[in-house]
């Protein structure tokens, strides 16, 4: 390694560091988005910007013209609880090769890497723009903010930055949060012959639901749901019979499935004739740090793109030219592709560094070779797609 290179390495590990250290919980990332702007101008990016969600947005153009190719890496994290971990979470403390810390593998890691990459690339040989965008909220909704980013910039190619363990992901599943509720009659409690409880109808329902036959999808897996919570109304409830009950569910979506196909097969369910139920995706609204509102229906859509589509072979080719040799999969868990391939059709691929099992786990951690090895990936992707022929 020469001394150029060793600098670099140590200035991304550095980086990487800072990134770490900033508490950037959703709705709560200035301060990472400040520390990736600053980074962006120190390597002479071409456009830097935080555009209206608060997203940080950088650009680097080619020689020529040619198409956009636009790297995405969420940069808030779920947060973490520092007496459960064996290293402060925010510290980025490094053991030997090993750095610990919060968004190590999901997501910072492969931001930094991206940032990097692309400034490293010679632009004289590239045709079109690489643009990197940090994109914020992406724990909560997937896709909202990457779209306001992709409204702007144009991208004809998309790469998540997501955990593959090195491999290329060419799809995804995606994800809906269900909301199914009971309606029964208040009683006082001393007189239940009166009422009807509508939790006891709701048990009803979560074990119809668990008769639900799971669709499977060969790359993507099962579509299943997942029960996460349960609420009875009036809580407290004081000698008064439940009259209405409310469940959540995580429904893990497939290809093709829609708000409609989903909701319409749990609608008319026979086990339930006579229970007084109804389903329906939830709707969100929430602020991001900039006060902007990000609102919608909680519904994220899964997305495949063939394994000898142009660009999945083009990515993967890149990968080969930087010394890798990934395995082809789909991601279990839902990321901003939601969006840019399942909804606006882009063509998109996953990459980077750590497993999707890394993800949210007390001490999160990532070896620093992988953050050069990173770096090396993104930069193939680059030059594959971007590269004059």
């Given at each position: 390694m020469?001394?150029?290179?060793s ?21 709560c ?8 702007v600053?980074?962006?101008h120190?390597l ?10 608060g ?22 994290v779920?947060d973490?609880?520092?007496?459960d ?6 510290a980025?403390?490094?053991?030997g090769d090993?750095?610990f810390?919060r968004?190590t593998?999901?997501t ?10 692309a ?5 004289s040989?590239?045709a079109?723009?690489?643009?990197v965008?940090a ?19 144009h ?6 930055g ?13 994800r809906?949060?269900?909301v199914?509720e009971?309606i ?7 007189s ?13 329902v ?10 499977f ?7 299943f ?8 109304e ?9 009259n209405?009950c409310?469940?959540?569910y ?5 290809v093709?499935?829609t ?6 097969r749990l ?5 339930l004739k006579?229970?007084n ?20 229906w909680k ?16 990515v993967?080719?890149?990968l ?14 839902c990321?901003?592709a939601?969006y840019s391939a399942?909804t606006?059709?882009i063509?998109t ?16 951690h990532?070896r ?8 090396r ?8 797609i971007?590269?004059k022929n």
């Open positions: 020469n001394r150029m290179e600098k670099e390495k140590s200035d991304l590990i550095t980086f990487t560091q800072s990134l770490i250290r900033e508490h950037s919980t959703s709705s990332e200035r301060g990472v988005v400040e520390k990736v600053q980074e962006m120190a002479n990016y071409d456009q830097v910007w935080v555009d209206a969600n997203s940080a947005v950088g650009v680097i153009a080619g020689g020529q013209p040619g198409p956009i190719l636009l790297l995405d890496a969420h940069c808030d779920v973490a609880i520092p007496s971990w064996s290293h402060d979470p925010f980025a403390e490094i053991v090993v750095m810390g968004g593998a999901d910072k890691g492969n931001l930094a890497a991206m940032v990097y990459a400034a490293s690339v010679d632009r040989t590239l079109g723009k690489v643009v965008s994109t914020v909220d992406e724990e909560l909704v997937e896709g909202p903010t990457l779209k306001t980013v992709m409204d702007t910039v991208p004809d190619f998309v790469v998540i997501e955990a593959t363990d090195f491999n290329l992901n060419r799809g995804g599943r995606g809906a949060e269900l199914i009971t029964g009659r208040s009683a006082h409690s001393s239940p012959q009166v009422g009807l409880c509508a939790v006891h109808e709701m048990i009803k979560i074990h119809a639901m668990e008769e639900v036959e799971v669709e999808n060969s790359l993507l897996g099962p579509g749901m997942v029960l996460t919570d349960i609420i009875s009036p809580y407290p409830a004081h000698s008064v019979i439940a209405r409310r469940v959540t995580d429904r893990r979506l497939l093709g499935e708000m409609a196909s989903v909701i319409s609608d008319q369910l026979p086990d006579g229970v139920y109804s389903t329906k995706v939830l709707f969100t609204e929430h602020q991001t740090y900039t006060g902007a509102t990000l609102s919608g519904f994220y859509p899964a997305w495949v793109f063939e394994e000898n589509h142009p660009f999945v072979e083009a993967l080719k890149g080969h030219s930087a010394g890798m040799q990934p395995g082809v999969g789909a991601y279990r868990f990321t901003n939601a399942g606006a059709e063509p691929v996953g990459f980077g560094l750590g497993k999707e099992s890394d993800a949210h786990t007390v001490d999160e990532i620093l070779a992988d953050l050069e090895q990173a770096e990936g993104y930069r193939g992707i680059i030059e594959a971007l590269g």
